[in-house]
C-alpha cells in the first residue's frame, strides 16, 4: 500500500525558516518523480515544486523560486521542502504528492503569522 | 501560464441525476486529469489522460474532451459523489489546476 506521510509543519513567524517531509512506502521510491502541492484556507491546489528520480532536475512555481528547496533521499525514502524567508501568503496546507501526482500524503499545515 | 477555468464552481445534483462539470483551458493541452477532494480530505485522482479511471473509481464516471475543453461527468449522481472535484494540465510548467467545482447533494 502506497504511503505519505508529511511532517514539519506548524506556526512560523513571517522571514523564519521551516523544513517539511514527507515519508514514502509502500513503492520503490526513486523509481518515481514527486511533488509538492499546497491548498490555502478555503482555496484551491497549487503546485509548488518538482523533482526528478535522481533529484538532478527541480521545477518551482515563479512565486516561490529562490525561497523554497525541494529535494530527496532516496536511500531513506524521503521527499524534503525547505521553505525560507515565509511569508503569510505560504499558510496552506502542503501536500506531498507521488509520480503524477496518483498518491497524495495527508497533509500537513504550515501557518505564518507573527 | 495555462489557466484552466471550471464550471460551474458550485452545483447542487439529486441522486441519479446526470452531471457534467467542464474545465477549459486557455491554450490547448495534450490531455486533462481530474481529482476528487472531499471536506477535510486530501486529493485522490480520478481520472488520467483524459478519459481514464483511476483505481478504485466506479464506472459511472467519464472523462472527455480534447484541445481546450474537457469535461468530467456522473452518470447517474450518487451521494457519495458530493465533494469538490478539480482538473489539473501537465502540457506546460507551471502545472496549473483549476479552481474547482464543489458538487453539493440536493
Known amino acids: 500500500e502506497v504511503q505519505l506521510v508529511e511532517s514539519g509543519g506548524g506556526l512560523v513567524q513571517p522571514g523564519r525558516s521551516l523544513k517539511l517531509s514527507c515519508a514514502a512506502s509502500g513503492f520503490t521510491y526513486s523509481h518515481y518523480i514527486m511533488a509538492w502541492v499546497r491548498q490555502a484556507p478555503t482555496k484551491g491546489l497549487e503546485w509548488v515544486a518538482t523533482i526528478t528520480t535522481g533529484g538532478d532536475n527541480t521545477y518551482y512555481r515563479n512565486s516561490v523560486k529562490g525561497r523554497f528547496t525541494i529535494s530527496r533521499d532516496n536511500a531513506e525514502n524521503t521527499l524534503y521542502l525547505q521553505i525560507d524567508n515565509l511569508r503569510s501568503d505560504d499558510t496552506a496546507t502542503y501536500y506531498c504528492?507521488?509520480?503524477?501526482?496518483?498518491?497524495w500524503g495527508q497533509g500537513v499545515m504550515v501557518t505564518v503569522s507573527s | 501560464e495555462i489557466v484552466l477555468t471550471q464550471s460551474p464552481t458550485t452545483m447542487a445534483a439529486s441522486p441519479g441525476e446526470k452531471v457534467t462539470i467542464t474545465c477549459r483551458a486557455s491554450s490547448s493541452v495534450s490531455y486533462m486529469y481530474w481529482y476528487q477532494q472531499k471536506s477535510g480530505a486530501s486529493p485522490k485522482l480520478w481520472i488520467y489522460?483524459?478519459?481514464k479511471l483511476a483505481s478504485g473509481v466506479p464506472n459511472r464516471f467519464s472523462g472527455s474532451g480534447s484541445g481546450t475543453s474537457y469535461s468530467l461527468t456522473f452518470n447517474p449522481m450518487e451521494t457519495e459523489d458530493a465533494a469538490t472535484y478539480y482538473c489539473q494540465q501537465w502540457t506546460s510548467i507551471p502545472w496549473t489546476f483549476g479552481g474547482g467545482t464543489k458538487l453539493e447533494l440536493k
Open positions: 489522460d483524459t478519459s
Open positions: 504528492a507521488k509520480g503524477y501526482f496518483d498518491y
